[in-house]
């Protein structure tokens, strides 16, 4: 953590997809930021085991697409801590083929979870902070988002479709004291995604070995280095604390300058 102070200190949020990966690492962060944190995701094995790690936190076994589900996990938070200041909408997931290789099955799975679950999230918890008078919702988008992805269609339509639900949600409850805002995160290139899944599929889609990806997407990057979690932590933090108070539906890159090549 940055420095010593607690920037979010009892604030309630909700981290969905937080049972791994960079959501496990946003959790430990609003938690070291002084926040409580609901830890939902379709493994609840995982989400209990982060929650255990926690000061404060809820285990929620959550299924984006599923609109009930997404219901329950705002009751149940509710139920324990009374009131909900932050969703962030993490969960997600990639896959990678050429349009002559998707099945419209996978396409659309890629949808479902990425976009359709951002909106089943963000419909559950609008009701609650409509009726706080105030509210925070932040959507981990991608880069992806903002530039199309080589034999990456699906990923990229559902991020590109993420930050048009971004900017028209926030037009939408700015009335009401709610803001929205993206991350559109870089590659995080040492982080579980990428090395058990990513640096495979690109590899195959594009013809090069697992090294040769790492190296392309390195070149990328003026700054030169992958994006980490702690990257994206920093950003999170900002928006969810009354440092960002004037800004909403804004998707802000933390990509170390990849967008500009």
């Not at 981290?15 to 690492?25: D, I, K, N, R, S």
């Not at 324990?80 to 002559?100: E, P, R």
């Amino acid at each position: 953590m940055p420095c010593g102070c607690q920037r979010l200190k009892d604030q309630v949020a909700i981290v969905t997809g937080a049972g791994q990966g960079l959501g496990e690492a946003l959790a430990k962060r609003l938690n070291d930021e002084g926040a409580k944190v609901v830890i939902a995701d379709i493994n609840i094995e995982a989400a209990q085991k982060v929650a255990a790690g926690l000061n404060d936190a809820l285990a929620v076994k959550l299924d984006v697409t599923n609109y009930e589900q997404c219901e329950e996990m705002v009751r149940l938070t509710l139920e324990k801590y009374g009131k909900i200041d932050l969703l962030v909408c993490n969960a997600g997931i990639l896959i990678a083929k050429g349009i002559d290789e998707f099945s419209a099955a996978e396409w659309k799975k890629v949808i479902d979870v990425n976009l359709i679950g951002y909106f089943n999230c963000a419909k559950a918890v609008v009701p609650v902070m409509k009726k706080q008078g105030k509210g925070n919702i932040i959507q981990i988008n991608s880069k992806s988002g903002k530039k199309g992805s080589y034999k990456n269609s699906a990923y990229a339509s559902s991020k590109f479709g993420g930050i048009g639900l971004t900017q028209s949600l926030a037009l939408e409850l700015a009335q009401d004291n709610i803001r929205v805002n993206a991350i559109c995160p870089g590659n995080l290139l040492d982080s579980p995604l990428w090395v058990n899944s990513l640096y495979e599929q690109y590899a195959r889609n594009q013809g090069l070995t697992k090294e040769e990806v790492r190296l392309k997407y390195l070149n990328q990057v003026p700054l030169g280095r992958g994006c980490t979690y702690e990257d994206v932590a920093n950003v999170m933090v900002f928006l969810a604390s009354d440092e960002s108070s004037y800004m909403t539906g804004q998707a802000i890159n933390v990509t170390g300058g990849q967008e500009m090549r």
